[in-house]
């Protein structure tokens, strides 16, 4: 990574840090009067320490120096106590502002953009990467601010002493961040490294695991472990190196510190024994001098020494706001506008395609030029081999993908309608219908939370599921991804589910691939009567399906190349070789 794209990403983590800036200037303040504190507890230490060796005071009259001794102590740990809590709750804060800015964008980008990466690696930007951004906040930001104002708090309580011991501090100390510099910029190529290692792990591994039973059946285990294998290895040396940075940087910080503490104690040594005489303003340095500047040495150093720590989290957090910022400012063409316009809920969908060319994120054309139209209330098929561009029109329909031309939803252009509004009127059934881990109910009323039993019998009655839903009971308990049901199953309540939604425009994708002849013939029945009261869109290969159609898409290479019935098709070119096709891989 080099040096001006690690400055942008530093301005771009202290600019996200806004909306915690109160919380941040509060720890830093606790911070501060932490510090006097200290002065003020070192100068009890050493009075107390004066007192008993060298005027032999009786300990009698020193108790207010030991109660308030104590005190002091207790207080800098409450400081410190209060000092996490605001940390913490500040990273938490931040962590949740990111990521409901990635949740904004990947909303905004849809599924045609989420679909080009491994689902492992969006993982992997949710959990880990914005997780290290954490530290970088509450505790690195906080720390930067601390290595300036505590040394300064520290050299006005020893300079008016001896102006030697904090000449001696004031120039061995910017030996301590010039280092931290020189290794900073290792350090956040070494964190970059390791999660882009990390990042390809995690989506390598759940694809691995997704398709474990394909695997199997091709007996291709045993080479894939391996692959894992390699990788696993790769991901432990990135993050050897990192804790290699990490160590070595706090060895060679603890150095120059202890050299620079040494430094101060072999001066006050000499001027016990007589061989030095400057720095006390020609005054004896007495032993409440000596022990107030040794004792306050180390902690003049302190916070450039865990700075030196944090400052690995700083590394980190650039690391992951790599991959972050990428995608939050990655260019990606989508149909999202700020215009307002709404389709009318209760008006049935008329679609009208002129000269429309599907663009994907990245601005490359789909598909040609197409021109088709849905009529309200009509029941519609789209029909082509894999990668005709069928699933390119259900994403542009749903607002999912950018697009030159016209396409109007009952005379309105789709980029000036409210594309969240306008979602709302779809229903949308797919070849591996989408469950949740819960009950059959609240699976259902993901399709319109406000309906009543009632209606949702219908609608389970009306996809055929009213008798497995019966048996379970709409409580029953289904897991992640409908386990616990069958395919056919688990289609049904899906398409349950769509009736419940009442949507004006049905998208079906294969709605019938996982059901027996019997329930095929029950659910096409259903959805047949469902195209009188809302537009239908159909992607199906089934003739039993195209037969019901009004009208028959026929997409291949990008381009609609026939359009009619199934009667005016079925003897015509392209689309009777695919019923041709399609009847000798049924037999």
Same mark, same amino acid.
């Given at each position: 990574?080099?040096?001006?794209?690690?400055?942008?990403?530093?301005?771009?983590?202290?600019?996200?840090?806004?909306?915690?800036?109160?919380?941040?200037?509060?720890?830093?303040?606790?911070?501060?009067?932490?510090?006097?504190?200290?002065?003020?507890?070192?100068?009890?230490?050493?009075?107390?320490?004066?007192?008993?060796?060298?005027?032999?005071?009786?300990?009698?009259?020193?108790?207010?120096?030991?109660?308030?001794?104590?005190?002091?102590?207790?207080?800098?740990?409450?400081?410190?106590?209060?000092?996490?809590?605001?940390?913490?709750?500040?990273?938490?804060?931040?962590?949740?502002?990111?990521?409901?800015?990635?949740?904004?964008?990947?909303?905004?980008?849809?599924?045609?953009?989420?679909?080009?990466?491994?689902?492992?690696?969006?993982?992997?930007?949710?959990?880990?990467?914005?997780?290290?951004?954490?530290?970088?906040?509450?505790?690195?930001?906080?720390?930067?601010?601390?290595?300036?104002?505590?040394?300064?708090?520290?050299?006005?309580?020893?300079?008016?002493?001896?102006?030697?011991?904090?000449?001696?501090?004031?120039?061995?100390?910017?030996?301590?961040?010039?280092?931290?510099?020189?290794?900073?910029?290792?350090?956040?190529?070494?964190?970059?490294?390791?999660?882009?290692?990390?990042?390809?792990?995690?989506?390598?591994?759940?694809?691995?695991?997704?398709?474990?039973?394909?695997?199997?059946?091709?007996?291709?285990?045993?080479?894939?472990?391996?692959?894992?294998?390699?990788?696993?290895?790769?991901?432990?040396?990135?993050?050897?190196?990192?804790?290699?940075?990490?160590?070595?940087?706090?060895?060679?910080?603890?150095?120059?510190?202890?050299?620079?503490?040494?430094?101060?104690?072999?001066?006050?040594?000499?001027?016990?024994?007589?061989?030095?005489?400057?720095?006390?303003?020609?005054?004896?340095?007495?032993?409440?001098?000596?022990f107030f500047c040794l004792i306050l040495a180390p902690e003049f150093?302190?916070?450039?020494?865990?700075?030196?720590?944090?400052?690995?989290?700083?590394?980190?957090?650039?690391?992951?706001?790599?991959?972050?910022?990428?995608?939050?400012?990655?260019?990606?063409?989508?149909?999202?506008?700020?215009?307002?316009?709404?389709?009318?809920?209760?008006?049935?969908?008329?679609?009208?395609?002129?000269?429309?060319?599907?663009?994907?994120?990245?601005?490359?054309? *789909?598909? +040609?030029?197409?021109?088709?139209? $849905?009529?309200?209330?009509?029941?519609?098929? @789209?029909?082509? %081999? &894999?990668?005709?561009?069928?699933?390119?029109?259900?994403?542009?329909?749903?607002?999912?993908?950018?697009?030159?031309?016209?396409?109007?939803?009952?005379?309105?252009?789709?980029?000036?309608?409210?594309?969240?509004?306008?979602?709302?009127?779809?229903?949308?059934?797919?070849?591996?219908?989408?469950?949740?881990?819960?009950?059959?109910?609240?699976?259902?009323?993901?399709?319109?939370?406000?309906?009543?039993?009632?209606?949702?019998?219908?609608?389970?009655?009306?996809?055929?599921?009213?008798?497995?839903?019966?048996?379970?009971?709409?409580?029953?308990?289904?897991?992640?991804?409908?386990?616990?049901?069958?395919?056919?199953?688990?289609?049904?309540?899906?398409?349950?589910?769509? *009736?419940? +939604?009442?949507?004006?425009?049905? $998208?079906?994708?294969?709605?019938?691939?996982? @059901?027996?002849? %019997? &329930?095929?013939?029950?659910?096409?029945?259903?959805?047949?009567?469902?195209?009188?009261?809302?537009?239908?869109?159909?992607?199906?290969?089934?003739?039993?399906?195209?037969?019901?159609?009004?009208?028959?898409?026929?997409?291949q290479q990008g381009q609609i190349i026939q359009q009619g019935k199934?009667?005016?098709?079925?003897?015509?070119?392209?689309?009777?070789?695919?019923?041709?096709?399609?009847?000798?891989?049924?037999?």
């Open positions: 990574m080099d040096k001006a794209r690690q400055k942008y990403l530093q301005k771009w983590l202290r600019n996200q840090q806004k909306p915690i800036r109160n919380l941040l200037n509060i720890n830093i303040l606790l911070a501060c009067i932490s510090s006097v504190i200290l002065v003020i507890q070192t100068y009890l230490l050493a009075t107390l320490l004066h007192e008993v060796i060298i005027n032999n005071t009786p300990r009698t009259q020193l108790i207010s120096y030991f109660i308030g001794l104590l005190f002091s102590f207790a207080l800098r740990a409450l400081i410190l106590w209060l000092r996490e809590k605001i940390g913490f709750k500040s990273g938490k804060k931040l962590r949740n502002i990111i990521r409901q800015k990635i949740f904004d964008k990947i909303n905004q980008v849809g599924p045609a953009t989420i679909s080009n990466k491994p689902a492992g690696s969006w993982a992997t930007l949710m959990l880990e990467q914005v997780e290290n951004l954490h530290n970088f906040y509450a505790r690195f930001i906080p720390q930067q601010a601390l290595s300036a104002i505590v040394p300064i708090v520290i050299l006005i309580a020893i300079f008016p002493l001896n102006w030697m011991a904090g000449l001696i501090l004031l120039f061995t100390a910017p030996l301590v961040p010039i280092f931290m510099i020189l290794v900073g910029f290792a350090a956040a190529d070494s964190s970059q490294r390791n999660m882009d290692t990390l990042a390809k792990l995690s989506s390598q591994f759940l694809d691995r695991l997704r398709g474990l039973e394909t695997l199997r059946l091709f007996d291709r285990t045993l080479e894939q472990t391996q692959h894992i294998e390699e990788k696993t290895e790769e991901f432990r040396e990135t993050t050897m190196d990192v804790l290699k940075m990490a160590f070595l940087s706090s060895a060679v910080l603890e150095f120059f510190t202890s050299i620079s503490i040494a430094l101060m104690a072999v001066y006050f040594g000499f001027n016990y024994l007589g061989e030095l005489n400057f720095g006390s303003y020609s005054t004896p340095v007495t032993l409440f001098v000596g150093y302190q916070p450039l020494r865990d700075l030196g720590t944090y400052y690995h989290d700083r590394a980190a957090g650039i690391g992951a706001a790599d991959t972050i910022v990428e995608f939050l400012e990655g260019d990606y063409l989508t149909t999202q506008s700020n215009f307002t316009q709404t389709i009318e809920s209760e008006s049935a969908v008329e679609i009208i395609v002129e000269d429309l060319i599907i663009l994907s994120p990245q601005g490359e054309k *789909l598909t +040609r030029p197409l021109n088709f139209s $849905l009529p309200a209330k009509s029941h519609t098929a @789209l029909v082509g %081999q &894999s990668g005709a561009g069928k699933t390119s029109i259900i994403n542009v329909l749903l607002g999912f993908l950018p697009y030159q031309g016209k396409l109007t939803i009952n005379g309105i252009e789709l980029r000036c309608i409210n594309l969240e509004q306008w979602r709302k009127c779809i229903a949308w059934v797919g070849q591996n219908p989408l469950l949740l881990q819960g009950t059959i109910k609240e699976n259902l009323l993901l399709g319109n939370i406000g309906v009543d039993d009632t209606e949702i019998d219908q609608a389970l009655q009306a996809a055929q599921a009213k008798e497995f839903t019966k048996k379970l009971g709409l409580n029953a308990l289904i897991k992640e991804g409908g386990i616990g049901l069958s395919v056919g199953q688990a289609q049904r309540l899906a398409i349950a589910r769509a *009736l419940l +939604r009442k949507g004006q425009l049905l $998208l079906l994708d294969e709605p019938t691939a996982s @059901l027996d002849a %019997q &329930s095929e013939n029950q659910v096409l029945q259903v959805l047949s009567k469902l195209s009188s009261l809302q537009t239908t869109l159909m992607i199906t290969h089934r003739i039993e399906d195209l037969k019901r159609c009004d009208n028959i898409l026929v997409m199934f009667d005016e098709l079925k003897d015509k070119g392209f689309f009777a070789d695919l019923l041709a096709q399609r009847k000798q891989d049924i037999h």
